[in-house]
């Protein structure tokens, strides 16, 4: 049975993804998985804590049928780890290039004098904060939300489709309170 990957749930992994992790989709229940650089490191450097993943042994020695949500994280992360081909990688931050998107917002803009400011905001170094600055400023925080929202909704429907992973469109879930 397929399941479908909830589209909403797809864009907001890739809008937080962090720089020192990455991202993974499980092709069999449409979970998604962010594993850090830090949970690599300790799921590889941890002998004793790969043995108890394997087993199910608790930190006294007792099988645990139960185990803790970060058990079921760390075991997640050793499968991920271990080229599981249930699991496949999220583009990452750097594939999506949130900058290009800043700046076709700042074009799109219908005041050409806003347009204008907005885009010499984005130049240099502090971009991302003076373009924050700038859309409260002018009171458009909603406007780029909802093209970030559109924009990142374009990226997730391409690359599941290029996979070829059933979604379910349901981006309006967040404004619904569902």
């Known amino acids: 049975m397929t399941v479908a990957v909830s589209l909403r749930d797809l864009v907001d992994e890739l809008q937080m993804l962090p720089n020192e992790g990455t991202a993974y989709l499980n092709k069999v229940t449409g979970k998604i998985i962010t594993v850090t650089e830090d ?3 300790m799921v590889e450097m941890d002998s004793e804590l790969e043995e108890e993943l394997e087993d199910g042994i608790d930190n006294n020695g007792v ?22 081909a ?19 917002f700042c074009l799109s803009i219908p005041d050409g004098k806003v ?14 904060r003076r373009f924050k600055d700038t859309i ?18 374009e990226i997730a429907i391409a690359w599941l489709e290029s996979k070829d992973i059933a979604y379910s469109d349901d981006m309006d879930r967040r404004e619904q309170g569902t």
């Open 86 to 104: 249930d699991y496949l990688e999220l583009p990452s931050r750097f594939d999506i290039h949130e900058y290009e998107i800043i700046e076709r």
């Open 136 to 153: 409260y400023q002018y009171g458009i925080e909603n406007d780029w939300f909802r093209y970030r929202d559109e924009a990142y909704k």
């Open 115 to 128: 347009s204008d400011v907005l885009l010499r905001k984005i130049r240099g170094s502090g971009a991302f």
């Open 63 to 84: 099988e645990d049928p139960d185990p803790d949500l970060e058990t079921q994280y760390l075991q997640e992360v050793k499968r991920i780890l271990a080229s599981d």
């Open 39 to 41: 949970m690599v490191a």
